[in-house]
């Protein structure tokens, strides 16, 4: 056994180790408006229920370990006071994962995540329609736990509000487990799924994924693809080359007889099991040739 003292370490390495030993750890996606009113959406897994009368949700937006810059939720909800949480299920992960991809102050990670905004109620940030379970908070304490890089800051989030996807309830009218099919961060790239156990989601690129506002139409109405699967073909930097399309096809003998039958679904579908094998340029590749017939 290793003996760790933490002001020995530099600060990504004991992040790593507490990340790694502490799990699995809920997650809040929260929303949160800024002081002209535009929607920002982000994942925190430094989170959970803390009191239930009166009800306190509290999570943590940390300071930036590399250069101990602040959050856009954490300036959004000392500027405004609100925010929604919003659980996140598997249907929704890989989007939840996109929209904590360090877009510019100002964007709109709904849109870059391809989710839904949703009024609420009591507060002025925006639901997101796709999660199971929200609620609506105001905030009633920050309490900063430090000043450097790494430093979290507690946010206390006193529950306006609940919405419950009511498929998600049992006969009697609690949340079935089962159904509401939650997720919870790991160490690295691990995730927990309560109904099935570990799996693997790559973080988001360090360069900025297009997002899924910038998939074009037609594919983000698929009928095969799920918000998970535009979540993974939102990730990339930049799309493959016509170039590259083109020597793809070529190589793929089963791409051209499906180009030449004209079977859009069938093509979407083999983009699918390309993205469930994650090899998200190949099924980019596949979706672009389809475009070009």
């Not at 998939?215 to 493959?240: F, Y």
């Not at 007889?257 to 994650?278: C, F, H, P, S, T």
Request: with cysteine.
């Amino acid at each position: 056994m290793i003996s760790i003292t933490p002001n020995e370490l530099p600060t990504a390495k004991l992040h790593g180790y507490l990340l790694g030993a502490i799990g699995p750890r809920p997650i809040a996606f929260a929303s949160t408006i800024d002081g002209e009113g535009r929607p920002n959406l982000a994942p925190f897994s430094f989170f959970n229920v803390f009191s239930a009368n009166p009800p306190i949700l509290i999570f943590s937006p940390a300071r930036r370990v590399r250069d101990n810059t602040g959050k856009h939720t954490l300036e959004n909800v000392l500027e405004t006071k609100e925010v929604v949480i919003n659980i996140v299920n598997y249907d929704m992960v890989q989007q939840m994962s996109l929209a904590s991809t360090e877009y510019p102050e100002g964007e709109n990670e709904f849109k870059k995540a391809g989710l839904t905004m949703l009024p609420s109620e009591t507060v002025n940030p925006f639901r997101v329609a796709e999660s199971p379970v929200q609620f609506e908070c105001k905030v009633t304490k920050v309490e900063a736990l430090g000043n450097q890089g790494g430093a979290g800051n507690l946010v206390f989030s006193e529950v306006l509000k609940i919405h419950i996807d009511s498929s998600i309830l049992d006969e009697n009218g609690s949340i079935d487990q089962h159904k509401i099919d939650q997720v919870a961060r790991m160490g690295g790239n691990w995730y927990s799924r309560a109904k099935e156990g570990l799996f693997e989601v790559p973080k988001p690129l360090s360069t900025i994924g297009i997002g899924v506002d910038r998939i074009p139409e037609h594919i983000r109405h698929s009928k095969v693809l799920t918000g998970n699967d535009l979540g993974l073909l939102g990730n990339v930097a930049q799309l493959p080359t016509p170039q590259e399309v083109e020597n793809f096809v070529a190589e793929n003998i089963e791409i051209r007889g499906i180009l030449r039958a004209g079977g859009r679904e069938v093509l979407e579908q083999k983009a699918k099991d390309y993205l469930d094998r994650n090899e998200v340029l190949s099924a980019w590749k596949i979706l672009l040739a389809q475009e070009k017939e």
